[in-house]
């Protein structure tokens, strides 16, 4: 993630960082907030994998496209493989596992969840010589805590298929974070694409092979929420979190990790009528101050 895309590239000739960046935060804050409740919405009409496998391989065809038509590189072999590989953790499993999760549980408490993403990319870096410092281990206690207390609550007790899509989910995205930064990738936004695309295939193998099928068409509420997944969520969404990569400091772009959950709590409860216990409440503040605890301590390093 280290080139923005044409989306972003040509406002900014025109506006100023002092205008786009807080356009750009609330893009990563209220819209991939709001995409939780928007994939429950979805899957109205659309069996979770197959869900993800449309989202995906239309709004990688339409950025690899758009790309290509720009005059960016194809991915060699090697990196459609580690693509491949890493669209599989990232959106096969990880985005794969909040889709199924989301069928019995609330998109905010999903949110929350998926924010614990941040404490195992933490550990999982470790791996290649770089380990929490105190803070962070601080931080990584204090999330995991609230991991717990977040599975104690009524809805997730309630749902153990969904608790362990919950805890599966955001391990493999972060392991996959971490292990792409050390292979063969496309340049970033290409690499976006691919994975997406990539990604798409295992997605589309679980959804026959789980013998998910279509009741009939989906419904135009299904659809609208769809069209916002893959506008929304993968293109705009995405687009703004670049631009933050490259205008701000990583602890900045990366906040959306602990400003997400209270905002689709907050969705969902406003417009869907999720109910939250207080011990959702209160696992969604401990694991939001682990989070942030990490990214203060990446801010001083």
């Not at 493999?172 to 295939?201: R, T």
């Not at 772009?253 to 869907?272: F, I, K, Q, T």
């Amino acid at each position: 993630m280290n080139d923005h895309p044409p989306a972003v590239a040509a406002p900014a000739r025109s506006l100023s960082p002092d205008v786009l960046v807080p356009l750009a935060l609330f893009g990563v804050y209220v819209i991939w907030g709001s995409t939780y409740y928007g994939l429950r919405v979805a899957l109205g009409g659309f069996p979770p994998f197959a869900l993800a496998a449309i989202r995906f391989v239309i709004a990688g065809g339409l950025l690899y496209a758009l790309l290509r038509w720009r005059g960016g590189a194809a991915p060699t072999w090697r990196q459609w493989l580690n693509c491949l590989v890493t669209g599989t953790l990232l959106l096969g499993i990880g985005n794969g596992g909040v889709c199924y999760a989301e069928q019995t549980v609330a998109s905010g408490i999903t949110a929350v969840a998926v924010a614990s993403a941040a404490l195992f990319m933490a550990i999982f870096a470790g791996w290649y010589g770089q380990w929490p410092n105190r803070m962070e281990w601080v931080g990584l206690v204090i999330g995991f805590a609230g991991i717990v207390v977040l599975n104690l609550g009524g809805e997730l007790r309630g749902s153990p298929a969904g608790a362990i899509a919950l805890v599966l989910s955001p391990v493999a995205w972060a392991f996959g974070s971490v292990w792409s930064k050390h292979q063969d990738m496309p340049e970033p936004m290409m690499s976006a694409a691919a994975q997406m695309l990539a990604g798409s295939v295992p997605l589309a193998i679980v959804s026959v092979a789980s013998g998910e099928h279509f009741t009939g068409m989906p419904d135009a509420t299904s659809m609208a929420a769809m069209a916002y997944l893959i506008v929304f969520g993968s293109l705009l969404g995405f687009s703004a979190y670049i631009y933050l990569l490259h205008h701000t400091r990583p602890a900045l772009a990366s906040s959306y990790a602990y400003v997400n959950p209270p905002v689709a709590v907050l969705v969902g409860v406003l417009l869907g009528g999720e109910v939250v216990s207080r011990l959702d409440i209160v696992g969604t503040i401990v694991i939001v101050a682990g989070v942030a605890a990490i990214t203060l301590a990446k801010t001083k390093k």
